[in-house]
Nanobody, 124 residues
């Protein structure tokens, strides 16, 4: 199971940090991803990380502004979001799966487990 937290309201240019706690054992082939869905839009990839090596992957729209990380000792992933814009407003979901191949790392259906969403609103 995954438990996401950390959403909220922030002004443009501000920062938020999302966390995702994973219960149970995480295998070496584990990967955690963050996706978001704005009203009327499809769910889109934001970032992902290979649990074992810590290799990150980012959507072009967030590269340089967002940083994904994981703490293997606490089984917790995080998404640090800086320089937020109103276009980042969405419900953010963390997801996890095992043995996700590189070509599928950005595809929602590749992830087996999903946390509840957390709302991020960027507005002045």
């Amino acid at each position: 199971q995954l438990q996401a937290s950390g959403g909220g309201l922030v002004q443009p240019g501000g920062s938020l940090r999302l966390s995702c706690a994973a219960s149970g054992r995480t295998a070496n082939s584990y990967a955690m991803g963050w996706f978001r869905q704005a009203p009327g839009k499809e769910r889109e990839f934001v970032a992902a990380i290979r649990w074992s090596a810590g290799t990150p992957f980012y959507a072009d729209s967030v590269k340089g502004r967002f940083t994904i990380s994981r703490d293997k000792s606490t089984n917790t992933g995080a998404l640090q979001m800086n320089s937020l814009t109103p276009e980042d407003t969405a419900v953010y979901y963390c997801a996890a799966g095992e043995s996700i191949i590189l070509s599928s790392i950005r595809i929602p259906r590749a992830y087996k487990n999903w946390g509840q969403g957390t709302q991020v609103t960027v507005s002045s």
